[in-house]
C-alpha cells in the first residue's frame, strides 16, 4: 500500500530554523511536493524533488532520499507568517492513486 | 494574469442532489486537478485532467466525475450526494501533468455542505 507520514504538529520561534520531516512507503514513486497552506486559504505549491539530494529556494529547502522513503522540508529564519499547514504528497507514475497527501504539519511560529 | 477560478464559492445540498462545481485555469494551463479537503481526512486527490482527457484519478468512488473541455475549464460532476461528501473542493491549474513537477495554483474552493 502507500502511506506518507509527517509530524501532527510542530512549534518554534521567530528567527530559528525548522526542519518538517516527510518519510514516504509508495510503489512507482515519481516526484514529491511540498505545499504550504495558511488556516482558511488554498494550499500554496512550495517544491518539487524527484531527484536525491537538496533543492533551496530562498528560506526554504527542500531534501529527498529516494532509497530511504524521506524528505524534510527546512525553513530558516522562520518568520510569524510562516505559521500554517505543510503539506508534504507524493506522485505515482502508475494507473489509479496518483497523489497521495499526508495529513500535513502544523507549524506554529511565535515571537 | 488571472488566477484560478472556482465557482460557485459556497454552496448547500440535500442528500441524493447531484451537484456540478466549475474551474476556470489560468491562461495557458493545459492541467487541472481536482482535491477534496476536510478535515478528518486531509487533502484528497480526486483526478486530474490534462489536454480533455483524464490522465490520474483517485480513490474516490464513480459518484465523482469530470471533465475538462478544449479552453482547458474543467468541471467536476457528484451525483447522488452523502453527508460525507460535505468538504471544500479545490482545484488547480498548472502548464504541464503533475508528474512534470510544474508549480500548481489552487483556485479559493468551492465550500459544499451537504444537509
Known amino acids: 500500500g502507500q502511506n506518507i507520514d509527517q509530524p501532527t504538529e510542530m512549534t518554534a520561534t521567530e528567527g530559528a530554523i525548522v526542519q518538517i520531516n516527510c518519510t514516504y512507503q509508495?510503489?512507482?514513486?515519481?516526484?514529491l511536493f511540498w505545499y504550504q497552506q495558511h488556516a482558511g486559504e488554498a494550499p500554496t505549491f512550495l517544491s518539487y524533488?524527484?531527484?536525491?539530494g537538496l533543492e533551496e529556494k530562498g528560506r526554504f529547502s527542500s531534501f529527498l532520499s529516494r532509497s530511504k522513503g524521506y524528505s524534510y522540508l527546512l525553513l530558516k529564519e522562520l518568520q510569524m507568517k510562516d505559521s500554517a499547514s505543510y503539506l508534504c504528497?507524493?506522485?505515482?507514475?502508475?494507473?489509479?492513486?496518483?497523489?497521495?497527501f499526508g495529513k500535513g504539519t502544523t507549524l506554529s511560529v511565535s515571537s | 494574469k488571472a488566477g484560478v477560478t472556482q465557482t460557485p464559492r459556497y454552496l448547500i445540498k440535500t442528500r441524493g442532489q447531484q451537484v456540478t462545481l466549475s474551474c476556470s485555469p489560468i491562461?495557458?494551463?493545459?492541467?487541472v486537478s481536482w482535491y477534496q479537503q476536510t478535515p478528518g481526512q486531509g487533502l484528497q486527490f480526486l483526478f486530474e485532467?490534462?489536454?480533455?482527457?483524464?490522465?490520474n484519478k483517485g480513490n474516490f468512488p464513480g459518484r465523482f466525475s469530470g471533465r475538462q473541455f478544449s479552453n482547458s475549464r474543467s468541471e467536476m460532476n457528484v451525483s447522488t450526494l452523502e453527508l460525507g461528501d460535505s468538504a471544500l473542493y479545490l482545484c488547480?491549474?498548472?502548464?504541464?501533468?503533475?508528474?512534470?513537477?510544474?508549480?500548481?495554483?489552487f483556485g479559493p474552493g468551492t465550500r459544499l455542505t451537504v444537509l
Open positions: 524533488n524527484v531527484l536525491d
Open positions: 485532467y490534462f489536454s480533455e482527457t483524464q490522465r
Open positions: 504528497a507524493v506522485i505515482r507514475n502508475q494507473a489509479g492513486t496518483a497523489l497521495i
Open positions: 488547480a491549474s498548472s502548464l504541464d501533468w503533475q508528474g512534470a513537477g510544474n508549480e500548481q495554483f
Open positions: 491562461s495557458g494551463h493545459r492541467s
Open positions: 509508495t510503489s512507482g514513486f515519481n516526484g
